[in-house]
């Protein structure tokens, strides 16, 4: 990054950091009000709402709590870029980036043409990638469909599970839980996996 470009960044991200550091303050006020209302309040919904809003104002503060991280991790990343970015990694994945692309694709027209689409008698109108696996299970290359099949599956797994994270952070209406290395708490796991075994039995 260009030395002017990357001053201008570091300043805008201590700025936003300034920011969160007030509206943390600001949320902990907010609390503590809602606490003592709590006490005098006999609406249920009343308390509910308000509980909800600060809920809510919460969800939203972490969630630009761990957009600031990442983006001090990027600028990080971009100061020490001769001893830390390997160039080809970043091509690697890339590469393997437009083929899972491309697989997802496939995969989404697969799904609507042999479970969202039906003919007359309950008859999917395409097989689409069923033939596939037919065919490779009749050939000489039949020991590769189960392990194909297998690889799929974990491609949905760890698809959802990024997608869950990335989900909650964007729209917010479930509270995301996402895994840092060295950073992560414990209900974070606990609630990763039990999403996963929901994951699990679509995936099945």
């Known amino acids: 990054m260009d030395p002017a470009k990357f001053k201008k960044a570091k300043e805008g991200l201590a700025k ?3 920011q969160l550091m007030k509206i943390g303050e600001e949320l902990v006020e907010q609390k503590k009000q809602h606490l ?3 006490e005098k309040k006999k609406n249920f919904f009343s308390k509910f709402f308000d509980g909800r809003k600060i809920q809510g104002d919460q969800n939203k503060f ?3 709590c761990e957009l600031a991280e990442i983006e001090f991790k990027k600028l990080d990343q971009i100061a020490a870029y001769n001893l830390n970015v390997e160039p080809c990694k970043f ?3 890339l590469v393997i980036g437009i083929l899972f692309g491309i697989f997802s694709l496939v995969m989404m027209i697969h799904i609507f043409c042999n479970v969202a689409v039906f003919q007359a008698h309950n008859v999917p109108s395409d ?3 069923n033939t596939m696996f037919f065919k490779l299970e009749d050939s000489m290359l039949s020991v590769v469909t189960i ?3 297998i690889l799929c599956g974990y491609y949905f797994l760890l698809a959802a599970f990024k ?3 990335k989900l909650g952070m964007r729209f917010l209406f479930v509270t995301f839980y996402p895994i840092q290395p060295k950073e992560t708490f414990v209900n974070s796991f606990f609630i990763n996996a039990i999403v ?3 994951y699990s039995v679509a995936v099945t």
Do not use: Q
Request: glycine share 4%.
């Open 16 to 18: 936003l950091i300034a």
């Open 36 to 38: 003592e209302s709590e």
């Open 62 to 64: 972490e969630r630009d």
């Open 91 to 93: 091509v690697l994945w």
């Open 127 to 129: 097989p689409f990638l």
């Open 147 to 149: 392990p194909t099949m």
């Open 163 to 165: 997608g869950n994270v």
């Open 196 to 198: 996963l075994n929901l």
